[in-house]
């Protein structure tokens, strides 16, 4: 598990900014990484919570810059 949660959290720091595909894969691999976290060897899967937890910010900024740029298009 906590193998599969570090690669979809590795893979969703490159397709993560797709809007449906990118945020399934990042949830997927947060989760899986978390349970991995229970289990024995944890060393990827606490790679996978870490990369899961810094691309939360990323997100966020991508859905303000996103609203933004939709806002700033309607006033025109």
Known sequence: MGTAGFVLALVSMFIGWVP???????????????????????????AGVVISL???PMIVTLLVALDALTSAMFLL
């Not at 595909?21 to 944890?42: C, D, Y």
């Open 20 to 46: 449906l595909v990118g945020w399934l894969i990042w949830i997927l691999g947060a989760v899986f990484s978390f349970i991995g976290l229970f289990r024995q060897p944890r060393g990827l899967a606490i």
């Open 54 to 56: 810094v691309l939360i």
